[in-house]
């Protein structure tokens, strides 16, 4: 801990929904206020799975909190998410998870058979990840001082021999690839609101992506440089995060990028757009160009049939996402800003 | 992941605030549906701290969720109990606690000098404790959809060595120890509230007690049997699980037990008992009687002045907390039944 008191730039007076939803205003309530005070000033992000050293051991541990509303929707629910999410940033530490702990913070007059559906799901979850939930927690609160219930899990994991992640190790000339479409899970949940007049047929890709990240790292472990999974923000976020900490450009080839159609439309009618919008089953990865067509490969044969090279690392212009259209137009895309989609995960 | 269906006990058709007391209702909860769904037919319980093997390291591994209210009381905030809870769960688990993730779920509209007071409380009291953050997570819900914030944090720690703890290593004639005070935290809260008319001077216990533990371990470990945090439930809860764990009876000296004036003055008036009373900075043992002396000089040196011998274990009644008064009169001491105190952590 340091006796340096830090210098707070967090300047907003009350924390807003946007300062959750994921992007710039949840960048800087984390960056300027949690993580220089919690973490001091050397901190890694407060987002990303930490590397721990206990009893000589290297590991690394995360933490999450579920909040998505409805708690259930097309290919999931809330159970899911819990342990799925923190497998998966895990997984994009390159750990492969050990265990998970798990509270619940339940509004009193929940059915109890809500509860034991979202229990079941993470069982079931938890097994189909192949990680031991080995312990956690329940509280209750008044009713009316919480939506039925919020999950928050926290996990380990033990670190894939060989991968070394860093924003500091892309180079130019970095292969950009995203394991499958993106914005099925966000465009879900906001179907499952029922608030828009949209039909469509579209579930969540909330899953363990532990596998495929196994499988790339087994095909291309030397050439890995940085994972990520694009949840709230969605991929322009992590990839704007990627491009400043890098402090290189990432350009996206857009329509190399998977996206579904009913996402694509949902977007359109919307105004917004689908890099913006939060994946559950997706990761981001930067591998060096020599080992580009082993890592797609392997990750297609794990699974990800859609894996797709969606674009590459440049010098210039540094710390900036730019998408390329096929017409050789281009554009900034900029971080997801505001809260378009509250309460996604 | 046991592919037997568990069969639940559990039978109440909804959650209400008693079963987040961490009485009856919560083991009903946990016992009856929760650990059997996650945790399969051989769970430790849900609420300790559990051993897990990562890369040829043991360590324990715990989370805890705060909800308390009001969120700043005297000597502490659910910041401090935050830290110090998962850290007390860690170190009654004889485990050295190494590193935090914390987890925030914040009410939109919440000025950001209370959240700030309650991330600067949390990295106080993680300095004085000697432990890490190193990551965490945060989202915000609508106002009116979570109680200003609720904290959720989970730990690991690195066994001490030499300590086997378990309810099937005590017998008959070993001692019961507290290390101070009980009731302080509970009363502290619900004075707080400023719902009783009563004034009184009183403060929180929260605090590590992991330099007690460890000095406790270093004079006795080979005669140190079980170790508990009597939080939510009090002295009486968690004395009755072991009871029932050991199969053995605990009796209580009850004259013997700490109970400062105000809080025994606060119970007498609420009609509650001090021993259903939760603490965030105490712990109980029980010590093989040859270690006893050298425990409770260990535990008082180390700073818990007031630590006292409170009982001992019998053969009989089995599974039964009993109290014995100075004037030779018994009593059976049930777990804490219903919540007189919501939300005390």
């Known amino acids: 801990m340091s006796t340096v008191a830090p210098r707070l730039r967090f300047r907003d007076a009350q924390i807003e929904m946007a300062h959750g939803a994921g992007g710039k205003a949840s960048r800087r309530l984390v960056e300027g206020l949690i993580a220089p005070l919690l973490l001091g000033p050397n901190a890694a992000e407060l987002s990303d799975a930490a590397g721990v050293s206990v009893n000589g051991a290297s590991l690394a541990m995360t933490a999450d909190s579920f909040v998505v509303k409805p708690l259930r929707f097309p290919g999931g629910s809330i159970g899911e998410l819990a342990v799925n999410g923190t497998v998966n940033d895990l997984a994009v530490a390159a750990a492969k998870p050990e265990a998970l702990v798990v509270t619940y913070v339940i509004e009193a007059g929940l059915p109890t058979e809500e509860l034991e559906a979202e229990v079941r799901a993470m069982a079931g979850a938890a ?93 291309a472990a030397p050439g890995l440089r940085w994972m990520r999974d694009p949840t709230r923000g969605g991929v322009a976020t992590s990839l704007n995060e990627l491009a400043r900490d890098a402090r290189l450009a990432v350009i996206l080839r857009e329509d190399s990028i998977p996206v579904r159609d009913p996402v694509r439309g949902a977007c359109e009618l919307l105004g917004l757009d689908p890099l913006h919008i939060a994946n559950e089953g997706q990761f981001l990865a930067v591998v060096a160009p020599e080992y580009a067509e082993a890592a797609l490969d392997a990750i297609r044969r794990a699974g990800c049939h859609e894996a797709a090279i969606i674009g590459e690392i440049r010098e210039q212009p540094a710390a900036t996402l730019l998408g390329a259209t096929a017409y050789g137009g281009t554009r900034v895309i900029d971080m997801l800003v505001g809260d378009p989609l509250p309460r996604i995960c």
Request: proline fraction near 6%; hydrophobic fraction near 45%; charge should be negative.
């Open 127 to 219: 097994a189909r990840a192949g990680v031991a939930i080995v312990g956690g927690d329940t509280k209750v609160v008044e009713h009316g001082k919480a939506d039925r219930m919020y999950i928050t899990t926290a996990g380990i994991g033990s670190p894939l021999p060989g991968v070394v992640l860093s924003p500091r190790t892309v180079r130019p000339g970095d292969v950009v690839m995203v394991s499958g479409p993106v914005g099925d899970h966000g465009i879900t949940i906001l179907l499952a609101r029922g608030e828009l007049e949209i039909e469509a047929t579209l579930a969540s890709d909330t899953r363990s992506v532990f596998p495929f990240v196994e499988a790339l790292a087994k095909a």
